[in-house]
Structure formats: C-alpha cells, structure tokens
C-alpha cells in the first residue's frame, strides 16, 4: 500500500509539473491550454487518489495494533 501512495504521489508531482510545462510554453509564444488541463485534472485525480490509499493503508495499521495484545 506504501509503494501504491508513493507512485500516486510521484504521479501527482509529474501531472502539476506537466501543466506548469504548458503554461510555462506561453513564455515561448508555443503555450499548450491541453497540457495545463490534461496535468490540472490528472494532478488532481492523482492527488485524492494518493490520501485515499494513505488512509487506507492508515486504518490497517490501526486495525493491526488493535488485535495486538498489549504487553
């Protein structure tokens, strides 16, 4: 589950950077409105994905300590 929220976050940090690369383009007069958006939403996508899988993976620890026997 750790390596399943580390690839959506590195994900995540890849499709900001991709719509920071089509608007960054405008500076060059070769601006790209389909990258900025293409990277907004998969970035935002990626990102609720990222915290859902971190939660999860939070309730199974928890989970786990509670069946433990406190010593």
């Known amino acids: 589950m750790r390596l399943l929220t580390l690839l959506f976050s590195v994900m995540t940090v890849a499709s900001f ?36 899988t971190w939660r999860r993976y939070l309730r199974e620890i928890d989970a786990e300590e509670r069946k433990t026997p406190l010593e």
């Open 17 to 52: 950077g991709r719509a920071l690369a089509g608007f960054g383009g405008f500076l060059f007069g070769k601006g790209r409105v389909d990258y900025i958006v293409q990277g907004l939403v998969l970035g935002c996508v990626f990102t609720v994905a990222a915290f859902w």
